[in-house]
């Protein structure tokens, strides 16, 4: 069931965060980024969470902007580092280990009148086929869209899902 959910996410990546006409807008949602094991950069995950996630990966979530002037949508602010996140959780026979780490994203995106929750760095200790979406919901409380796309994350932003909004000017390149 949550892989028929979830794999709505990569369709839903794709089409409901649509280009905006103008580069004075674009959308802030939630970016998800990857890094294999021992990587030390982020990647931005060209599917939807729906997919096996390797022992010793490290899963990235941030809150983030992109537009037609920003296309690229920013990574967690954090390296992805597994040994700190998930360097004192002993290995289990049969499961995996993942680290996860979610940026709630700069202040400039945070919705009117909410506070920007901190820095989450979480190791999640997996079945051997959990998919990156079973990880995330053992790190954290998800609130998804009928589709699958992630809304939320432990509460933020409380109600908004792939919002609108003016291109901020920290964001625009120089």
Same mark, same amino acid.
């Given at each position: 069931?949550k892989?028929?959910?979830?794999?709505?996410v990569?369709?839903a990546?794709?089409l409901?965060i649509p280009t905006s006409?103008a580069a004075?807008?674009g959308w802030?949602?939630?970016?998800?980024?990857?890094a294999?094991?021992?990587?030390?950069?982020?990647?931005p995950?060209?599917t939807?969470p729906?997919v096996?996630?390797?022992d010793?990966a490290?899963e990235?979530?941030?809150?983030?902007?992109?537009s037609d002037?920003?296309?690229?949508a920013?990574?967690?602010k954090?390296?992805?580092?597994f040994? *700190?996140?998930? &360097?004192?959780?002993?290995?289990? %026979?049969?499961? @995996?280990?993942? #680290?996860v780490?979610?940026? !709630?994203g700069s202040a400039?995106?945070?919705?009117?009148g909410?506070?920007?929750?901190?820095l989450?760095?979480k190791?999640?200790?997996?079945d051997? *086929?959990?998919l &990156?979406?079973?990880?995330?919901g %053992?790190?954290? @409380?998800v609130? #998804?869209?009928g589709?699958? !796309?992630?809304?939320?994350i432990n509460?933020y932003?409380?109600?908004?899902?792939g919002?609108?909004m003016?291109?901020?000017?920290?964001?625009?390149k120089k």
């Amino acid at each position: 069931m949550k892989f028929k959910i979830f794999f709505a996410v990569l369709i839903a990546t794709s089409l409901s965060i649509p280009t905006s006409n103008a580069a004075e807008t674009g959308w802030r949602y939630w970016g998800y980024f990857q890094a294999a094991p021992g990587a030390t950069k982020w990647t931005p995950a060209m599917t939807g969470p729906t997919v096996n996630v390797a022992d010793g990966a490290v899963e990235g979530w941030a809150f983030t902007f992109s537009s037609d002037a920003v296309p690229d949508a920013k990574a967690p602010k954090v390296a992805p580092s597994f040994s *700190s996140i998930c &360097g004192k959780t002993k290995a289990v %026979a049969g499961k @995996k280990r993942v #680290a996860v780490m979610v940026d !709630f994203g700069s202040a400039v995106l945070r919705p009117k009148g909410e506070t920007t929750p901190r820095l989450i760095q979480k190791c999640v200790v997996a079945d051997k *086929s959990a998919l &990156g979406i079973d990880v995330l919901g %053992a790190a954290v @409380k998800v609130r #998804a869209e009928g589709s699958g !796309f992630i809304c939320g994350i432990n509460g933020y932003p409380a109600k908004e899902c792939g919002v609108e909004m003016k291109t901020p000017k920290d964001y625009l390149k120089k």
